[in-house]
């Protein structure tokens, strides 16, 4: 049995978990709060935790990219894409009108995670631009509060995992205001896991610190990758939390670990004084449409 921390039950990361470990047997624990996500793996009471970085609506998420860098040492053993499918969640009886029709304008707030929140902002400024927006930790919660609150006018932005677990209606679904909104998850934990897809491809993602004195030291780093053809997927400046105007890059290197080329470049950007920390390497799987990933 495989043991997993995840945010709350029913929210994006819970459906994204069952999507690509649906077929392992799975012991899934659920918090609250991402920090004690991160610390149940890391205190050894599960075996890997499930943490969304990056959002193609929203960016990355730097308290989750933080965590990883700042608090914990755990490697990614595992990337997965899925989309962040957004539904306005509710009581429809709570909101027909007279003539049988779902009436919008009595809903009085609406309940989500910030940043699902941010994700469907078109559709609540076009259809509910009356109602309050209250944040809350996970879309899970959200629609946990609506169902506790019976009668006044509540909706919860959230999955149709969520909506079934707390007995409520879709009164709405997919209202992101794009069609193309995926979210990036990685499965971090100290052993690796092999899963029964094929993965799409490899990636290695590093931390780099830059010298101080060095002028030009982020072009040299590039360059190292550059003239060995190694494709970035990603790169990122966050503070180092050390000194004000410090910087770490994290990168994404589309190749595996074991990879003589890529061992090359760490090992020229290690010689021109910089700090290399491998943060994991691992695979990655696409969302296919066809269900098939």
């Known amino acids: ?85 957004q539904n306005l969640i509710g009581n429809h009886a709570e909101f027909v009108s007279s003539d049988g029709q779902l009436d919008y304008s009595k809903i009085t707030k609406i309940l989500s995670h910030p940043v699902a929140m941010a994700q469907c902002l078109q559709f609540i400024r076009a259809e509910m631009p009356q109602a309050e927006l209250e944040h809350v930790g996970s879309t899970a919660e959200a629609v946990q509060m609506v169902s506790q609150n019976p009668g006044k006018g509540w909706a919860a932005i959230g999955t149709t995992l969520g909506a079934q677990k707390y007995n409520l209606d879709i009164l709405a679904n997919r209202i992101t205001d794009h069609d193309n909104n995926h979210t990036r998850f990685v499965l971090i934990g100290n052993q690796p896991i092999s899963i029964t897809k094929d993965a799409d491809h490899q990636k290695t993602s590093i931390l780099v610190t830059l010298t101080e004195d060095f002028a030009g030291a982020l072009h040299q780093v590039l360059a190292a990758f550059s003239w060995r053809k190694l494709n970035l997927s990603r790169i990122e400046s966050r503070p180092t939390k050390k000194k004000l105007g410090t910087y770490y890059f994290y990168i994404d290197v589309l190749d595996n670990r074991n990879s003589v080329l890529l061992n090359a470049a760490i090992e020229e950007i290690e010689a021109l004084g910089c700090q290399v920390r491998v943060l994991g390497s691992y695979p990655c799987y696409e969302y296919n449409l066809a269900g098939k990933r």
Not at 41 to 51: E, L, M, N, P
Request: glycine share 4%; charged share 15%; aromatic share 6%.
């Open 1 to 85: 049995m495989i043991r997993i921390a995840a945010l709350p039950s029913g929210s994006v990361s819970h459906e994204a978990l069952l999507h690509i470990m649906g077929e392992q047997p799975l012991e899934i624990t659920h918090h609250k709060m991402i920090a004690d996500v991160f610390m149940s793996t890391a205190q050894g009471k599960t075996d890997y935790s499930v943490i969304p970085i990056e959002n193609t609506i929203e960016g990355s998420v730097s308290l989750h990219m933080d965590w990883l860098v700042h608090e914990v040492d755990i490697p990614m053993q595992l990337e997965w894409v899925y989309p962040s499918i």
